[in-house]
Every structure is written in C-alpha cells, then in structure tokens.
C-alpha cells in the first residue's frame, strides 16, 4: 500500500487517540500527523500500525502505543532550542517524533540490529539532527549531557542517578519504574539541585536492561 493509503488512519490516530485523551500541543499534534508511523512497524504488523495498541518488532522489543508517545513527548515541552536524550531507539519512531520538535536527539540503543535498522529509516526519510549510539541506555551519554529533556522507553526498577545527572537546571526526565507487570509513568523536574517527581500514570514497558548486546 502507498502512503496515501494510511494518510487518513494516521489523522483517525491523532483526533481518536491523542486529542480525546488530553494531548494538546499543536506542535506534538503537528509531529504525529507527519511521521508515517507505518515504516517503523514490521511489515506483518503494517496495518496495525494506528491501532490503540504497542505492536512488537525485533528482539523482543515493542513500539509503544502511540498514546504513550504523544504523552512522554508532550511532559518534554520540546522547542528548537533544546536538546534530548532518548533512551531506547527501538524502532526509530519515538526517534522521529523528537527529531521534528526538539533542536538535536542523542538516541541511545543497546541493540546494534535495531539501531542499524531505525537509523536507516529516519535516514532515509531525512531526519537529519539526530546522534546515535551502541551502548547501554542505563548510563546516559555523558559526552552530550546536560539536556534539557531525557526520555526513557523501557521500564526501570528505580531512577538511574546517572541520569539524573545529565539534566540542565529545569531539564525533565520522564521514564517509567517499576517490576514489569506494573510500572509508573514519573515526570523528574530538577530543580537547581533538588529533583520534583510527579507520577503521571500506570504503564507497561519493555524492562530497561544493562550491558550492551553485540
């Protein structure tokens, strides 16, 4: 199918999913209307693309739910000026999204297949103000730090402190926490150098692995 085909699905995604359910940044609106979410999901999952639903892809790994995207995005409050970490390429669609919004993404995958193959789509579909790196999310990337957001897609039993360390002054992490049947989604705010946390919702991720898989 070309993409005319999923042009209409992809804007049912935005008014049913997003919209209905509180997301209300025009420019987070903006970005999901124009990333084809349908290249970053397998071939077999290709029209399960705009469901309400994670769909999985390789090694074991998902691409979230495209709530959940639109939600992690918008605690970000991303502009042209700032910088963002992702941890957790996966699929390279998160990837996009931050990539129409925010000045530079730092994406981190511990993955090398799946960071081969995400880099090669946003690649070729021209998201240029991207930095990729073969490590071990859990860890930051000190080289680039401080930033201004850090997003974690995979579920952490606690908040690393390195991470924590690599905000700016008022930066915000958002990473999910928990054991992998229930997780929390926290907002961290630092705040000069004291940290607000602030539960935002239940969720369900990946779990946040260390080590690096060659």
Not at 76 to 103: C, H, M
Not at 133 to 147: C, F, L, Q, R
């Amino acid at each position: 199918m070309d993409r005319y085909h999923y042009e209409p699905l992809r804007k049912r995604m935005v008014d049913q999913q997003l919209k209905t359910r509180g997301i209300e940044n025009d420019n987070v609106i903006d970005a999901f209307l124009r990333v084809p979410r349908e290249l970053f999901v397998p071939l077999a999952y290709r029209d399960m693309a705009y469901e309400d639903m994670p769909c999985p892809i390789d090694k074991d790994q998902t691409i979230s739910q495209p709530y959940m995207v639109a939600l992690m995005t918008e605690l970000a409050v991303l502009d042209r000026s700032k910088t963002v970490l992702e941890i957790g390429t996966g699929s390279g669609y998160q990837t996009a999204i931050l990539s129409l919004l925010a000045k530079t993404v730092y994406s981190v995958e511990r993955i090398e297949s799946l960071l081969d193959k995400a880099k090669s789509i946003l690649d070729q579909e021209g998201y240029l103000n991207i930095c990729y790196a073969h490590k071990d999310g859990s860890t930051g990337w000190e080289e680039h730090a401080p930033y201004d957001a850090i997003l974690v897609t995979a579920g952490a039993e606690e908040i690393p402190e390195r991470l924590l360390k690599q905000l700016k002054p008022h930066g915000r992490l958002i990473i999910p926490v928990g054991n992998r049947s229930w997780q929390t989604l926290w907002l961290v705010m630092r705040i000069e150098e004291r940290y607000q946390r602030q539960a935002i919702c239940t969720c369900r991720f990946v779990p946040l692995l260390f080590g690096t898989e060659y």
